[in-house]
């Protein structure tokens, strides 16, 4: 079949590649497995949205020293739902149109038990360096499938001009501290929202409601994957979100928040705080006519009931398509892309979370980057989302609850009842 033309692809022209490769006859060959890669050639890398900037920069210089084996960069859409969608349905086809892949960390095991990546080399691969917490998201059954790429831990993006003016001189660590702040900066006024979080029915809303429970005290399930979702605790931490869009602490708008329409609203002044990712903090510290808050702003760990927040643990890895060709080029393209040097320079271009240790600790990065301490601790801390194999169908459960109650089409209590029954029907 012919290689794809080196550009970056929408998603329409995505499907319609999938689409032609599902006939393209690939049963003429067998496809060799990561562990015994020995084809090289032109490969193809798999990612949502790339907003940082930084993926064509990390592919123009693979391309520069790798002239018959370049890289195509095939973006996805920004919704990691849909990123999702399009790579089990290039798994599914058997198709070779995706060969490195960037994964949500939490799709791993679903990936891995349903054979659509390839276990990979562990001893190639410098594991021996990167955080505890995201070595756990690459591992199914205590094999390899995958290397950390970028991490994440949720940050607490708030105006720092606002508060100095108000004379408070520490962000709030709690729920009620922040809603006191807010009274205190936001009276008299009525253009600008309290917070804002991610809260359209995506997988951005998952990540939220579980930062919301877990905060409270509360688990979605335990070590063992079983449903822990409806008790006191849990509730105490859904009742944070829904009261917060009854008393008007987060705007009506901020049910329609993704990531980047979130960031918008926060550089357009509409929001004094906001939760967000530390790829935002590069984005938002450049000047732009729309950008009302760079240089104004400032991190801090995520609130929660009693004290700061626990975040989700975020982040993407790299794993190798089942059905992919040219595995060995793969290989090599996943060491250099999960490179520390790469993780430095995806830190200083993009501000994206480092999986290398050392790097949180460096004093030249903590000058340049001061809230990096902060993301550490919040990475540390994290929960992870379910690691279930049905992911999908647990994330899509969780999403329904949590919107039926944020939306007041369900109470709290209705909505957790009904979570624990649909997640407990997924459990083996």
Same mark, same amino acid.
């Given at each position: 079949?012919?290689?794809?033309?080196?550009?970056?692809?929408?998603?329409?022209?995505?499907?319609?590649?999938?689409?032609?490769?599902?006939?393209?006859?690939?049963? /003429?060959?067998?496809?060799?497995?990561?562990?015994?890669?020995?084809?090289?050639?032109?490969?193809?890398?798999?990612?949502?949205?790339?907003?940082?900037?930084?993926?064509?920069?990390?592919?123009?210089?693979?391309?520069?020293?790798?002239?018959?084996?370049?890289?195509?960069?095939?973006?996805?859409?920004?919704?990691?739902?849909?990123?999702?969608?399009?790579?089990?349905?290039?798994?599914?086809?058997?198709?070779?149109?995706?060969?490195?892949?960037?994964?949500?960390?939490?799709?791993?095991?679903?990936?891995?038990?349903?054979?659509?990546?390839?276990?990979?080399?562990?001893?190639?691969?410098?594991?021996?360096?990167?955080?505890?917490?995201?070595?756990?998201?690459?591992?199914?059954?205590?094999?390899?499938?995958?290397?950390?790429?970028?991490?994440?831990?949720?940050?607490?993006?708030?105006?720092?001009?606002?508060?100095?003016? /108000?004379? %408070?001189?520490?962000?709030?660590?709690?729920?009620?501290?922040?809603?006191?702040?807010?009274?205190?900066?936001?009276?008299?006024?009525?253009?600008?929202?309290?917070?804002?979080?991610?809260?359209?029915?995506?997988?951005?809303?998952?990540?939220?409601?579980?930062?919301?429970?877990?905060?409270?005290?509360?688990?979605?399930?335990?070590?063992?994957?079983?449903?822990?979702?409806?008790?006191?605790?849990?509730?105490?931490?859904?009742?944070?979100?829904?009261?917060?869009?009854?008393?008007?602490?987060?705007?009506?708008?901020?049910?329609?928040?993704?990531?980047?329409?979130? #960031?918008?609203?926060?550089?357009?002044?509409?929001?004094?705080?906001?939760?967000?990712?530390?790829?935002?903090?590069?984005?938002?510290?450049?000047?732009?006519? +729309? +950008?009302?808050?760079?240089?104004?702003?400032?991190?801090?760990?995520?609130?929660?009931?009693?004290?700061?927040?626990?975040?989700?643990?975020?982040?993407?890895?790299?794993?190798?398509?089942?059905?992919?060709?040219?595995?060995?080029?793969?290989?090599?393209?996943?060491?250099?892309?999960?490179?520390?040097? +790469?993780? #430095?320079?995806?830190? +200083?271009?993009?501000?994206?979370?480092?999986?290398?240790?050392?790097?949180?600790?460096?004093?030249?990065?903590? #000058?340049?980057?001061?809230?990096?301490?902060?993301?550490?601790?919040? %990475?540390?801390?994290?929960?992870?989302?379910?690691?279930?194999?049905?992911?999908?169908?647990?994330?899509?459960? %969780?999403?329904?609850? /949590?919107? /039926?109650?944020?939306?007041?089409?369900?109470?709290?209590?209705?909505?957790?009842?009904?979570?624990?029954?649909?997640?407990?029907?997924?459990?083996?």
């Amino acid at each position: 079949m012919s290689a794809i033309p080196r550009r970056l692809l929408p998603s329409t022209a995505v499907l319609a590649a999938l689409t032609l490769v599902s006939g393209c006859g690939l049963g /003429a060959k067998k496809v060799e497995s990561g562990a015994d890669a020995k084809e090289r050639g032109p490969i193809t890398y798999a990612a949502g949205k790339d907003v940082s900037g930084v993926v064509p920069k990390l592919i123009k210089r693979w391309n520069e020293t790798h002239p018959g084996e370049k890289a195509t960069f095939i973006e996805l859409p920004e919704d990691a739902n849909a990123q999702r969608q399009q790579m089990i349905q290039n798994a599914q086809l058997k198709s070779d149109t995706f060969t490195v892949l960037s994964l949500d960390a939490v799709w791993t095991a679903e990936f891995a038990a349903n054979r659509w990546i390839d276990e990979i080399p562990r001893k190639s691969f410098p594991y021996d360096k990167t955080l505890d917490p995201i070595n756990g998201t690459v591992k199914y059954r205590g094999k390899y499938f995958a290397m950390p790429y970028a991490s994440d831990g949720a940050l607490l993006y708030y105006r720092k001009d606002l508060l100095d003016k /108000a004379g %408070i001189d520490e962000p709030p660590e709690t729920w009620d501290e922040m809603r006191e702040v807010c009274r205190k900066v936001l009276k008299g006024q009525s253009k600008m929202s309290c917070y804002a979080g991610q809260f359209e029915k995506y997988e951005g809303l998952t990540v939220n409601f579980s930062e919301a429970v877990h905060s409270a005290g509360g688990r979605i399930t335990d070590d063992k994957g079983n449903p822990t979702v409806n008790t006191p605790e849990a509730k105490r931490g859904l009742d944070s979100l829904v009261e917060g869009f009854r008393d008007g602490t987060m705007s009506k708008e901020a049910i329609t928040y993704m990531e980047e329409p979130g #960031r918008r609203a926060f550089e357009k002044g509409k929001t004094l705080f906001i939760r967000q990712w530390p790829s935002m903090y590069g984005v938002s510290s450049n000047k732009g006519k +729309n +950008n009302e808050v760079a240089g104004k702003f400032g991190v801090a760990p995520i609130p929660g009931q009693d004290g700061p927040g626990v975040s989700s643990l975020g982040g993407h890895n790299l794993a190798l398509s089942s059905s992919a060709r040219n595995k060995a080029t793969a290989l090599d393209f996943m060491r250099y892309m999960t490179s520390e040097q +790469n993780s #430095r320079r995806n830190l +200083n271009d993009g501000s994206l979370a480092p999986v290398y240790a050392d790097l949180y600790d460096d004093p030249d990065m903590q #000058r340049k980057f001061p809230w990096l301490p902060v993301l550490k601790k919040s %990475i540390l801390h994290a929960e992870p989302r379910p690691r279930v194999v049905q992911y999908g169908d647990a994330t899509t459960a %969780i999403q329904d609850a /949590a919107y /039926a109650a944020l939306t007041g089409k369900k109470s709290s209590s209705e909505a957790l009842r009904s979570l624990q029954k649909k997640l407990r029907a997924l459990t083996p």
